[in-house]
């Protein structure tokens, strides 16, 4: 799977939009970009996820760059409960199916 | 809460042991996977199980195994516990294996080798 790049952390304030970036310059025709994100003493939780076209569902955004070289998470409005470790994955076509989690970004939400 | 369940919430354990985790995945859910989350190595897959088969094995030990049942509950059986197997093992499911599904994961069971 090709490898993504993410800030170790990132501070936000309360009821403020969250833009989270991930860079994955090696990523191919057939990846996939997925965000799953771990609140404190918490198993992962999916977010969001997608290939080429941005996409919106009840928790966030994803914003793919054209060149799919990067993409953006936003949370709209950051919520205290929002406070956690986003990881951003790439699932190429031909991988199993287990996820391949990096450092990911500590979202911290200041009220 | 995922519908994914994981038992016991909390294990504590001497060093040599052996112990059994346990994971009920979501109803209709055909895949079970297993991670490790150590302060170190961050979250490492470990193994996955689809109907009953294994499907693919991450960075797990041999003194690990796994297995799936019939019911689809899989069991993770970690043996000769060292210290450094204290960790958070989490359990997910999704209904098949393709790179877009979802995985649930369950709140985990933590592991303390003493």
């Known amino acids: 799977d090709a490898k993504t790049t993410q800030p170790n952390s990132m501070e936000s304030n309360e009821e403020e939009p969250v833009h989270l970036p991930c860079n994955h310059s090696t990523i191919s025709g057939t990846d996939y970009i997925h965000w799953y994100r771990q609140l404190p003493s918490q198993g992962p939780e999916y977010v969001i996820h997608?290939?080429?076209s941005n996409v919106n569902n009840r928790m966030a955004s994803l914003a793919i760059a054209e060149d799919r070289k990067s993409s953006t998470l936003i949370l709209h409005r950051a919520t205290l409960r929002d406070a956690a470790v986003y990881y951003c994955i790439l699932r190429d076509a031909g991988s199993q199916g287990n996820l391949i989690f990096g450092k990911g970004t500590k979202l911290s939400v200041k009220p | 809460d995922s519908g994914v369940t994981q038992t016991p919430k909390h294990l504590i354990t001497a060093t040599g042991q052996r112990v059994t985790l346990r994971c009920s995945p979501r109803s209709g859910d055909l895949s079970v996977y297993w991670y490790q989350q150590s302060l170190d190595q961050g979250l490492q897959f470990l193994i996955q199980y689809y109907n009953g088969e294994e499907r693919a094995k991450g960075n797990i030990l041999e003194r690990f195994s796994a297995q799936q049942f019939p019911d689809l509950h899989s069991e993770l059986n970690l043996s000769s516990l060292e210290l450094g197997d204290s960790a958070l093992y989490f359990c997910?499911?999704?209904?098949?294996?393709?790179?877009?599904?979802?995985?649930?994961f369950g709140p985990g069971t933590r592991l303390l080798v003493l």
């Open positions: 997910a499911s999704s209904v098949a294996t393709a790179r877009v599904e979802t995985q649930y």
């Open positions: 997608g290939l080429t």
